[in-house]
């Protein structure tokens, strides 16, 4: 079983629309890390967010939120009033402390038309 | 740029060919990782080092075989590959070698094995 499930592989959204990625994890770890990268068309995975599991809190970020509920094993990434430069494939990742793993997701092709 | 560069960024190569991939960061961290990177599947962590001991080996057959002479710089040398490694290979750093951390990440090398 995956550990890490992006269960939307693409989504195209019309500029200025809201859009929700999708991120569900598996862990028996009590301590863990979650993670979002964003990747766009020139290769390079860019760090967004780190959120440890015993904070709830939810996250904003200018045009960015993040909502971890832990209820739910989701770490769901929202981007409010889309814009083209934010077409890129965003990783989900689970980071286990106690086993020092790393986990991907296959990640979500998000593709904002202007 | 995050700091982290990569080269070549494309290579295509025979099976029975030798080459090197080279990545080198410049943002003083001391750990740095290699992933392979496949279509539709997960992000694959290859290797950990950590102040320039190998920590992490996760399964990687032996015709991958890393080095990495010093903090800054980490090769990944290639031989007798077979088409199935064609992907691109990333290479990443954080400040030290827990899996918890926030990676820098290169803009990668595509490979391609005929």
């Known amino acids: 079983a995956q550990k890490v499930t992006q269960a939307q592989t693409e989504i195209s959204v019309v500029e200025k629309e809201d859009v929700t990625l999708d991120c569900v994890y598996e862990t028996r770890d009590t301590t863990y890390y979650l993670f979002w990268y964003k990747q766009p068309p020139s290769g390079e995975l860019v760090f967004l967010i780190r959120r440890n599991s015993f904070d709830e809190q939810n996250e904003i970020s200018g045009r960015y939120s993040w909502n971890f509920q832990k209820s739910t094993s989701s770490f769901n990434f929202t981007i409010t009033a889309s814009q083209v430069v934010d077409s890129a494939v965003y990783f989900c990742?689970?980071?286990?402390?106690?086993?020092?793993?790393?986990?991907f997701g296959t990640g979500t092709r998000l593709t904002v038309i202007p | 740029e995050t700091g982290v560069t990569q080269t070549p960024r494309h290579l295509v190569m025979g099976m029975t060919n030798k080459k090197s991939l080279k990545c080198e960061q410049h943002?003083?961290?001391?750990?740095m990782y290699w992933y392979k990177q496949s279509a539709k599947k997960p992000l694959e962590l290859m290797f950990v080092?950590?102040?320039?001991?190998?920590?992490e080996n996760n399964s990687v057959p032996s015709r991958f075989s890393p080095e990495c002479p010093n903090s800054s710089h980490l090769f990944l040398h290639l031989h007798t590959l077979q088409p199935e490694d064609s992907a691109l290979y990333l290479c990443?750093?954080?400040?030290?070698?827990?899996?918890?951390?926030?990676?820098?990440f290169g803009p990668g090398t595509r490979l391609t094995v005929l």
């Open positions: 990742a689970l980071s286990e402390a106690g086993a020092n793993n790393l986990f």
């Open positions: 943002l003083g961290h001391n750990a």
């Open positions: 990443a750093s954080s400040q030290d070698g827990g899996l918890y951390n926030e990676q820098f």
């Open positions: 080092y950590s102040l320039e001991e190998r920590v």
